[in-house]
């Protein structure tokens, strides 16, 4: 998108979702929203109220009758003028609509995300508050509901203004002590103030970080991956957690040869549970390629289960594995002669113990994603630039054999880091991978 056509074009897209529909609300935004609207609506209505009247292309012809919305710029989404025409949300309508407000001069099809950049754009929201948007659209839970609501209405933003103001202020008292140091109205060795104070905020970062990481947990979903030995009743449990058929049982070894996942909703957190190939020494090309994908899948997992089949249990090597695992036996209504210490006994056939192992993953599931305070960096994005912020404070706060001058500096890029967390700093290159993110309209 060139700079040129971002500042000058007028964009316009369906923002009401799939057709047909009741209603269809199409969304305009640019410089010549004034005169598209006069001429479809004969007139500009009044801003901020709902204006009913037949709708008309530039030939005069009636395309279809509604509602019209008009705001004012500055005090829009976009901070543009912006109208919404609300008409009926029939296919051959909205088309024919979209068709003609194509054909005015400088008026084209908005991009993914286009509507959102713009407010950005001209300082209607920060780059966390668009990205809480674009959260809060793809919100399927609760739980996910409320953090995007945290982040969209600036919490999070907030927060690291304020931490950034604390780093701009220890520089000034650093940068005070090395200009003025002979002056009386400067207090001697006020740096060792300011390192105390920095070593704090470094900790707030450092638990700020570590509930981000529950906050991911939140918004991209909680991960299960369930492994162990072929027949050890993988796919049966897959099958009794989903509620309903949705992987192949056979007796045969080997029958999953590649991820099959399930989503759930346990308590409000989005879960996604995997069932894997069976692992075993195997020559067969396919099903290896099957086994290693398990083997990688379980890697990224918050939390594995791992089931053995306990009148037949083949063990199956976890050590490599750094996440959390529950041991599961399975096939607990047969006479088996040796019941290891499991941490569940199942049986995928009478459904023994499956309930309380759903209730346990639920709890322990809401367990791990408990937030601790209601603003959380939410995308890896912040969580990297958090961890770079809290490495050049440490840097500045250990360093005491360098001098002031480069102990400043540290600070400096700190503050740098946070900056680019809400868009105030060099974010060029990150812009349009967020805004790609969105949906059309929007």
């Known amino acids: 998108m060139s700079v040129q056509s971002f500042h000058h074009d007028t964009i316009f897209a369906l923002s009401s979702g799939r057709l047909p529909s009741g209603v269809a609300i199409i969304r305009l935004s640019g410089p010549q929203s004034r005169f598209i609207t006069e001429t479809i609506v004969g007139k500009l209505p009044e801003a901020r109220k709902a204006h009913f009247s037949l709708l008309k292309n530039k030939t005069g012809d009636v395309l279809d009758s509604g509602l019209t919305l008009f705001f004012e710029g500055p005090k829009s989404f976009t901070g543009e003028d912006c109208v919404e025409f609300h008409i009926h949300g029939g296919i051959a309508v909205v088309e024919k609509f979209l068709e003609s407000l194509s054909e005015f001069e400088k008026c084209r099809l908005a991009e993914a995300g286009e509507f959102t950049r713009r407010a950005f754009a001209n300082g209607k929201m920060d780059l966390t508050m668009a990205e809480g948007l674009a959260d809060l659209i793809s919100a399927e839970t609760e739980t996910q509901r409320r953090l995007a609501q945290q982040v969209a209405s600036g919490a999070q933003r907030n927060l690291y203004m304020d931490w950034r103001q604390k780093l701009i202020q220890a520089r000034a008292f650093i940068e005070a002590e090395l200009d003025f140091a002979d002056e009386g109205d400067v207090p001697g060795s006020v740096s060792d103030r300011v390192w105390n104070e920095m070593q704090y905020l470094s900790a707030k970062i450092e638990k700020h970080i570590e509930d981000g990481k529950r906050g991911s947990m939140l918004r991209d979903g909680f991960h299960v991956v369930i492994i162990g030995a072929p027949n050890a009743g993988k796919s049966s449990l897959m099958n009794l957690l989903a509620a309903r058929d949705v992987a192949i049982i056979s007796d045969e070894a080997g029958t999953t040869r590649d991820l099959l996942e399930i ?44 089931i053995e089949d306990i009148s037949n249990p083949i063990a199956v090597d976890t050590s490599e594995f750094q996440t959390d695992i529950w041991t599961i036996g399975n096939k607990a209504d047969l006479k088996a002669t040796t019941k290891p210490n499991y941490n569940y006994l199942i049986s995928t056939k009478n459904n023994d113990g499956i309930s309380t192992l759903l209730d346990n993953l639920s709890t322990y599931i809401s367990e791990k994603t408990k937030l601790q305070n209601d603003v959380v960096p939410t995308r890896r994005r912040h969580i990297d630039l958090l961890n770079l912020c809290k490495l050049e404070i440490q840097k500045a706060y250990k360093s005491t054999q360098l001098p002031l001058e480069l102990r400043a500096e540290n600070l400096r890029i700190a503050s740098q ?14 812009l349009d991978l967020v805004f790609s993110q969105f949906c059309i309209g929007k």
């Open 263 to 306: 989503k759930l909703n346990l308590n409000g957190v989005a879960t996604y549970v995997t069932d894997t190939a069976g692992i075993r020494e195997t020559t067969g090309k396919v099903e290896q390629i099957g086994i290693q994908r398990a083997m990688d899948k379980a890697a990224e997992a918050d939390l594995i289960l791992y």
């Open 417 to 430: 880091h946070l900056g680019k967390i809400t868009g105030d700093v060099d974010i060029e290159d990150i």
